[in-house]
Nanobody, 119 residues
Framework: VQLVESGGGLVQAGGSLTLSCVASGNIYKVNTMRWYRQAPGKQREVVAGLTTGGTVHYTDFVKGRFTISRDDAKNTVYLQMNSLKTEETAVYYC??????????????WGQGTQVTVST
C-alpha cells in the first residue's frame, strides 16, 4: 500500500495550487484522509481532513481558502489551495487510515510534495 502525492510546485503569493494523493495497493477500504504540512524548522501540522461520511475539518489558518475533497472511486484525495501565503511554504503530506481487510486498519503517509510560495 502506498500514498503518492502530486501537484506541488512554485507559486506566487495569492496564487493557487491543487494537490492530489492517490492510494494504491492491497486496499480494502479507504477511511479518513488528511493533509498535513511541515514548514522548515517547524513541526508537522494538520491542514485538513475528510471522513468517508463527508465530515470535514480545517485548521483555522486555511478556512475559507483551502478545500479538501475526495474521489473514492479513484482512492484519491485533493487539496485545492487558494490565496496562498508565503508562510505556507512547506512539504505537504497526505495521510490516510486504510483498511487492508475488514479487520485491520493502518495509518499511512505519502512521501510529501513541496509547495513553495514566493513573494
Amino acid at each position: 500500500v502506498q500514498l503518492v502525492e502530486s501537484g506541488g510546485g512554485l507559486v506566487q503569493a495569492g496564487g493557487s495550487l491543487t494537490l492530489s494523493c492517490v492510494a494504491s495497493g492491497n486496499i480494502y477500504k479507504v477511511n479518513t484522509m488528511r493533509w498535513y504540512r511541515q514548514a522548515p524548522g517547524k513541526q508537522r501540522e494538520v491542514v485538513a481532513g475528510l471522513t468517508t461520511g463527508g465530515t470535514v475539518h480545517y485548521t483555522d489558518f486555511v478556512k475559507g481558502r483551502f478545500t479538501i475533497s475526495r474521489d473514492d472511486a479513484k482512492n484519491t484525495v485533493y487539496l485545492q489551495m487558494n490565496s496562498l501565503k508565503t508562510e505556507e511554504t512547506a512539504v505537504y503530506y497526505c495521510n490516510a487510515d486504510l483498511q487492508v481487510s475488514a479487520d485491520y486498519e493502518y495509518d499511512y503517509w505519502g512521501q510529501g510534495t513541496q509547495v513553495t510560495v514566493s513573494t
